[in-house]
């Protein structure tokens, strides 16, 4: 078992930015990819940005490509959202999500790849 923890979210002026970080604790977090998810009001869940077990591989979304960063520590078991350039649109419930694997694979988008889920954290992104 994974349990995964989510914080950093927040009320945040457009253009500003905002550091999401994921605490996990069970299973030993180098053997989990790792992924971050967004749910907006009345939309379904999408990718925002993933990392395999060494953090050498990322993805994310095109709609955040060149302001999202994806990171993961280790050491401390970790992994962090970097979020500059924030939009309206980025207003969504995130969340942070584990695959039991140490690869995201090729379908790394897809929500139900992955086997742990924390309770989301809010980002609101307004004037």
């Known amino acids: 078992q994974v349990q995964l923890v989510e914080s950093g979210g927040g009320l945040v002026a457009p253009g500003g930015s905002l550091r999401l970080s994921c605490a996990a604790s069970g299973r030993a977090f180098n053997n989990n990819a790792m992924a971050w998810f967004r749910q907006a009001p009345g939309k379904e869940r999408q990718f925002v940005a993933g990392i395999n077990w060494s953090g050498v591989t990322t993805y994310v979304a095109d709609s955040v490509e060149g302001r999202f960063i994806v990171s993961r520590d280790n050491a401390r078991n970790l992994v962090s959202l970097q979020m500059d350039s924030l939009k309206p649109e980025d207003t969504a419930i995130y969340f942070c999500?584990?695959?039991?694997?140490?690869?995201?694979?090729?379908?790394?988008?897809?929500?139900?790849?992955?086997?742990?889920w924390g309770r989301g954290t809010q980002v609101t992104v307004s004037s």
């Open positions: 999500a584990a695959r039991a694997a140490q690869y995201l694979g090729s379908t790394y988008y897809t929500d139900s790849r992955y086997d742990y």
